[in-house]
């Protein structure tokens, strides 16, 4: 069933001006290289398309998909790769962007797998960090906002592929 979205839990306007703030320090942190920002799909490409707006560096950007939830709010546990980048990271400064890290699970995965490949750096980035759901300890180089437990939509985020299209984050009735 479509659940309603509730009340809003990060503005569209609190977005903005941390997506800018994320930018700001990316271009600090990676002055001087040309970095590959790696999308995961879906959720984190309304996020990777406002970030790279507010990075000022020759960036490339690739994806990967993983899927993890099915039509549930809770992980099932297991994370599944169902598409692969499309280009080599050896040598690279990657930078993972994540909509959000839960339990930790996905990002554990998606750092493990990528480090195999031998980039020259590896950071993570994630929109969203639910702190205190995390059952695996994983490194989030760049953090938007910490977050309550509490399942969200908007801003790219879903229930059961609906409300990603949503200006603001907000919380599901
Ligand atoms: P983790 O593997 O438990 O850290 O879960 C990460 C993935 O779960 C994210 O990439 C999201 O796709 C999904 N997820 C976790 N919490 C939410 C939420 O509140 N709304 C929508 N998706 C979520
Ligand atoms: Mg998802």
Known sequence: MQRRPGRVLVSRDELARRVAQLGSVITRDYAGRSPLLVGVLKGAVVFLGDLV????????????????????????????????????????????VEDIVDSGRTLAYLRRNLATRRPRTLAACALLDKRERREVEVTVDYVGFVVPDRFVVGYGFDHAGHHRGLADIRSLD
């Open 53 to 96: 707006r507010r990075i000022d560096l020759p960036l490339t950007i690739d994806f990967m998909a993983v899927s993890s939830y099915g039509a549930g709010t809770r992980s099932s546990g297991a994370v599944r790769l169902s598409a692969d980048l499309a280009v080599s990271i050896e040598g690279r400064d990657v930078i993972l």
